[in-house]
């Protein structure tokens, strides 16, 4: 079965420091590993797909298979990144698995 | 394009009475995913459904949970005779294509349920 751990409940950070916010992942296969974000009084939506090897807002997260882990960085945090963040894997199926989430708060 | 909707966004149940959620997925997408929050807990998957068809139910409880995605209308999420442990967050999620295909889901901003 996945599973995805964010070990984070809580990180806070001051504005223009870096960030980072962890992710661990079990699957026995390649799943593939997913950033949603949930800005306050917004519905969840995608930030980024290890995949695309994308960077949204500044934001970029790795695959590391050898650590299984799919890291969420920032180097420079802005107060608007302030905002719930879930990790997300999908297997060979079409269902996605979250991890409990990380409240990040950037401070002035 | 409105996204998905979820009404109502808040419903309060007794004890043993019924609940039902709707969704209206987002236009052009037949893919709907219904996933649970419990409090302090992550998303959890129960369903995924199709036009008239369930695909995936190896989340929902085995009592008392059903849905429903008919060939007209919102998909439905009904619990019965509801308990205090149901209090929850309920997302909806849609697709246009099996699993979004690249993976993205477009949410609903969820239908909180709160059991007396």
């Known amino acids: 079965a996945q599973r995805v751990t964010q070990p984070e409940k809580l990180l806070s950070v001051f504005k223009g420091a870096p960030v980072e916010l962890k992710c661990n992942y079990s699957y026995s296969g390649s799943p593939e590993l997913f950033w949603y974000v949930q800005y306050s009084r917004q519905r969840l939506q995608l930030l980024l797909r290890h995949i695309s090897r994308e960077s949204i807002k500044g934001f970029t997260a790795d695959l590391n298979k050898g650590e299984t882990s799919f890291h969420l960085k920032k180097p420079f945090a802005q107060e608007e990144d302030s905002a719930m963040y879930y990790c997300?894997?999908?297997?060979?199926?079409?269902?996605?698995?979250f991890g409990k989430g990380t409240l990040l708060t950037v401070n002035p | 394009n409105a996204g998905v909707m979820q009404n109502p966004r808040h419903l309060v149940r007794r004890r043993g009475q019924e609940a039902r959620l709707r969704c209206s997925p987002m236009k052009g997408h037949s893919h709907v995913y219904w996933y649970r929050q419990l409090p302090e807990e992550g998303l959890k998957f129960m369903v995924y459904l199709q036009k008239e068809n369930i695909i995936d139910e190896s989340g929902m409880p085995k009592e008392r949970f059903s849905a429903e995605f008919p060939k007209e209308g919102p998909s439905i999420l009904r619990i019965q005779q509801v308990v205090r442990g149901d209090s929850a967050a309920y997302f909806c999620?849609?697709?246009?294509?099996?699993?979004?295909?690249?993976?993205?889901?477009?949410f609903g901003e969820g239908s909180r349920l709160t059991v007396l």
């Open positions: 999620a849609s697709s246009p294509v099996p699993g979004g295909n690249t993976g993205e889901l477009f």
């Open positions: 997300a894997s999908r297997g060979s199926n079409y269902k996605l698995t």
